[in-house]
Structure formats: C-alpha cells, structure tokens
C-alpha cells in the first residue's frame, strides 16, 4: 500500500468548511483514496473514497488532484460531532485474494471549536 | 453500508488467561479483519480471516497468540490467548462490504490485571 502523509492537527470554527489534506504521491494506477474517522471511544467511520474524480456524498466531498499524488476532504458545513481522527488511506479494492489491506496511519486529529 | 456488532464490549482479565471476541456482520461479507489499537495509538492489523481456511496473520502476530476462526461468511472470533497486561488494547473487527468500502465494529476494550 502506498503511504499517505497528513497533518497531525487541525482546528476549524463550527459551522465552517474543514479542509483535510492528505499527500499520497506514490499511489498506484488501481489504488483508490479513501476516508475514515474515528469518534473517541468508537471503531473507525466509512467517510468517502475516490479514484480519480471527485465524490460526494452526504458526509463529504473528497477532491483528488489531477496527477492523483494528493486529495482533500472536506465537510462542508463542521459541527461539534465532526471532532475526531481522520485518516487518509490508499488501497486497491478487495478482491478474493485478501491482499488489499487497510493500513492506518496516524491521521489528522480535528478539533472543531464553538 | 452493515452493522457490525462486537462481544463483549470490554472485559477485564487476569494475566495468563485467554478471551474470545466474537464478531458479528448483519451480511454477508467477502473479507474480515481484526485490528488492535493500543491506548493513545492508532489501528493495526492483526490478520485477514478467510473463510473455510486459516487466517492470514500479518508480520508480528502468530495463529498460536491470536487464533482465529471464521465458519461463516457474517460471524468470526478472535482469541487472545495467554493473556499479559501488554495486551491491553481495543480489538476491533472489520468487514469487506463491496470491493470499495470496509465498516467496522464499535471495538472490544481489552484490560488484563
């Protein structure tokens, strides 16, 4: 799996866009980026994931770059419920071969303020 | 997206003894994995349950410390075997829902006196 890097910490103001970089500039032509948080005291959360177009979704929007070495998660309207740790993944999608594992980093821990 | 369900939520056991984490997926699933996460510290990986075949450990972890069956395509348990307060941890069990997406198990809070 390719490595991601990510800030350690970020702030936002309530109600603001968060934007979460990540760089993954050794991903390859089949791994897709993906999203997770995990909430203090639960197990990680499914945000969002991506090839090379942008997505969205309820949660997220997520933003790959066009040379696909970068993205940027963003939530677009930040709420309390939004604090946690966010990581940045890359991986091929699963197949029967089980090869294609989830590796966590450390992630960016988001605190958003009142 | 799934529900996955975890037993028991924590525990709290004595050195030397061992505990079975069950994992419980309200589908069926392709792929199943379990992950520790150590106090403070981020996921990882423990192994790849297969179904009908032996788990696939990752580098770190032995089938002897943390044997794990998978009978099914919706239920697996993981055992800590052996137990020490160095395995304090939060276990955690995930399932492959698509080739795309991966949900995971609120965690068992581990503590061994």
């Known amino acids: 799996d390719a490595k991601t890097t990510q800030p350690p910490s970020m702030d936002c103001a309530e109600g603001r866009a968060a934007n979460l970089p990540c760089n993954h500039s050794?991903?390859?032509?089949?791994?897709?980026v993906y999203w997770y948080r995990q909430i203090h005291s639960q197990g990680p959360q499914y945000i969002i994931h991506?090839?090379?177009n942008n997505e969205t979704n309820e949660m997220a929007s997520l933003i790959i770059t066009e040379d696909r070495k970068s993205s940027t998660l963003i939530l677009p309207h930040a709420t309390l419920r939004d604090t946690a740790v966010y990581y940045c993944?890359?991986?091929?999608?699963?197949?029967?071969?089980?090869?294609?594992?989830?590796?966590f980093g450390t992630g960016t821990r988001l605190t958003i303020i009142p | 997206s799934a529900v996955i369900s975890q037993k028991p939520s924590r525990d709290i056991c004595q050195r030397g003894t061992s505990l079975t984490i069950q994992c419980q997926v309200d589908?069926?699933?392709?792929?199943m994995f379990w992950y520790r996460q150590q106090p403070g510290q981020s996921l990882t990986l423990i192994a790849t349950?297969?179904?009908?075949?032996?788990?696939?450990?990752e580098s770190g972890f032995v089938i002897d410390k943390f044997p794990i069956s998978r009978p099914n395509l919706t239920f697996s348990t993981l055992t800590v075997s052996n137990m020490s307060p160095e395995d304090s941890s939060i276990y955690l069990c995930?399932?492959?829902?698509?080739?795309?997406?991966?949900?995971f198990g609120p965690g068992t809070r581990l503590t061994v006196t």
């Open positions: 991506g090839l090379k």
């Open positions: 589908s069926q699933v392709t792929m």
């Open positions: 050794t991903i390859s032509g089949n791994e897709y």
């Open positions: 993944i890359v991986r091929a999608p699963l197949s029967n071969f089980g090869n294609e594992k989830l590796t």
């Open positions: 349950a297969n179904q009908g075949s032996e788990a696939t450990y």
């Open positions: 995930s399932g492959g829902i698509t080739r795309y997406e991966q949900y």
